[in-house]
């Protein structure tokens, strides 16, 4: 792990919030000057700490959709079944996160779908496609609840 002092840490807060926040104002809010700052950024971006820069898109704003939860099972556990369940998961666009879990469920996939027609045909083509999925249970998202893509670095580093 990465040695991380209170600035560090700081830089990384408000970027998580305001991703497109300003080199001078990211320096400006966590009291540093604008090249001490820049020089710890590029250390947290090299170091892997960064991993990327988004936009939250508000998709309702933009056309229909359904958020589906799935929880899969794949019909055999072998390490080369996961890592082509995996690899296949990459080829699908509406799957917009998938995790492998320990416990009940081999993989919690969150997909994104124009309606819930689409998510069928979407699943059907998995299930066609021989990718090792034996079971799926599916959970329809009725209401965004919370979204955060802020980690809680306070709680995770004992703050």
């Known amino acids: 792990m990465t040695r991380l002092d209170a600035r560090d840490l700081k ?17 400006d809010k966590v009291g540093l000057s604008a090249t001490p700052c820049w020089e710890r950024l590029k250390r947290l971006e090299q170091a892997g700490l960064i991993t990327g820069y988004r936009a939250e898109i508000d998709l309702k704003r933009i056309a229909p959709h359904v958020t589906v939860f799935v929880a899969a099972e794949l019909a055999d556990h072998t390490a080369a079944s ?10 699908y666009d509406e799957v917009v996160n998938c995790w492998a879990l320990g416990g009940g469920f081999d993989y919690l996939l969150q997909i994104v779908a124009r309606d819930i ?19 799926y249970f599916t959970y329809i998202v009725t209401k965004p609840v919370k979204s955060s893509a802020m980690p809680p670095l306070d709680a995770l580093l004992g703050g």
């Not at 830089?11 to 320096?27: D, P, Q």
């Not at 996961?82 to 080829?91: D, H, I, K, N, T």
Request: proline share 0%; no cysteine; charged share 25%.
């Open 11 to 27: 830089i990384l807060s408000v970027l998580a919030k305001e991703g497109r926040i300003t080199k001078a104002a990211l320096a």
């Open 82 to 91: 996961m890592q082509g369940f995996e690899r296949a998961m990459q080829g």
């Open 117 to 135: 027609d689409a998510y069928q045909r979407l699943i059907d083509a998995m299930l066609e496609a021989r990718i090792g999925l034996a079971r």
